[in-house]
């Protein structure tokens, strides 16, 4: 017997965690950045802003940037260089490892693995720079382009037949 009207939960919306900012490509936000053109170098900060954007996240913005350009000067980042990221910006160990750390690794900017201590039994974080996000992204536009073609290419076989 099928539920011919299911109850479905409750939604406040996409939560930010998994939350990807993609505002008007003609808009502000996109020409302020140089627009689509593939041959405007967008740097560090403007990538990070489409994950934490500055004008809704200023400071998380802040902190990931530093953070991704700190990381990306060494092949691996580990507990000791983290530690001192965090004491010479002077910021909190909580945000960076339970808010920012797990989004930029769930989206692919970096990737994270646990190294065993020397003594004891405890495992430490390791993080290192990763081309997920950009494979992801890919993958999507790549996915729309052969739909689009597809389409046209059917419309065209059609016309070709009438």
Do not use: C
């Amino acid at each position: 017997m099928t539920n011919l009207s299911p109850k479905y939960p409750s939604s406040k919306g996409i939560k930010s965690k998994e939350s990807l900012y993609l505002p008007r490509h003609d808009g502000k936000f996109i020409s302020d950045k140089g627009g689509l053109d593939k041959n405007i170098f967008w740097n560090v900060e403007d990538v990070i802003d489409f994950i934490f954007p500055k004008i809704y996240q200023p400071k998380y913005n802040e902190i990931a940037v530093k953070f991704i350009n700190f990381v990306l000067e060494y092949e691996k980042t580990g507990k000791e260089e983290i530690s001192k990221f965090l004491k010479d910006n002077n910021y909190s160990r909580s945000t960076l490892e339970n808010e920012l750390i797990p989004k930029m690794v769930s989206f692919g900017l970096l990737k994270r693995e646990r190294e065993q201590a020397k003594y004891g039994k405890s495992r430490y974080l390791v993080l290192s720079d990763s081309l997920t996000f950009s494979n992801y992204l890919e993958r999507i536009a790549s996915a729309w382009t052969m739909v689009v073609l597809t389409a046209r290419q059917k419309r065209k076989v059609k016309q070709n037949k009438i």
